[in-house]
């Protein structure tokens, strides 16, 4: 079983950057590989980013990746994702996720366990 339990800013505006944590704990996690995604207001879940635990490697998807930076702390177990240049169409509810396979996914069913999901709100 692990545990993820998110944190960080949530409200901004736009041009400002803000920072979301994730926090891991539980069984063998440093095995998996973890995820950001986002669901802005009325729209479906969207992959943002990915991370492997074990090799740092990591994956940003194309819309926001001169933006967004995915990255872990093995020493305060979190993922960090930052964003920078904030845009009201950033605004969702951000969740954190892993997978249990480790290999970096963006597929959102490869995902085992998912944080509570917090809020981000950018205005103009």
């Known amino acids: 079983q692990v545990q993820l339990v998110e944190s960080g800013g949530g409200v901004g505006q736009a041009g400002d950057s803000l920072r979301r944590a994730c926090t891991v704990s539980?069984?063998?996690?440093?095995?998996?590989?973890m995820g950001w995604y986002r669901q802005p207001p009325g729209k479906e879940r969207e992959f943002v980013a990915a991370?492997?635990?074990?090799?740092?490697?990591?994956y940003v998807v194309h819309d926001v990746q001169d933006r967004f930076t995915i990255s872990r702390d093995n020493a305060k177990n979190t993922v960090d994702l930052q964003m920078n240049s904030l845009t009201p169409e950033d605004t969702a509810v951000y969740f954190c996720?892993?997978?249990?396979?480790?290999?970096?996914?963006?597929?959102?069913?490869?995902?085992?366990?998912w944080g509570q999901g917090t809020q981000v709100t950018v205005s103009s």
């Open positions: 996720a892993a997978s249990s396979p480790g290999a970096v996914s963006y597929i959102e069913a490869m995902y085992d366990y």
């Open positions: 539980g069984h063998s996690y440093s095995s998996y590989s």
């Open positions: 991370i492997s635990w074990r090799t740092g490697g990591s």
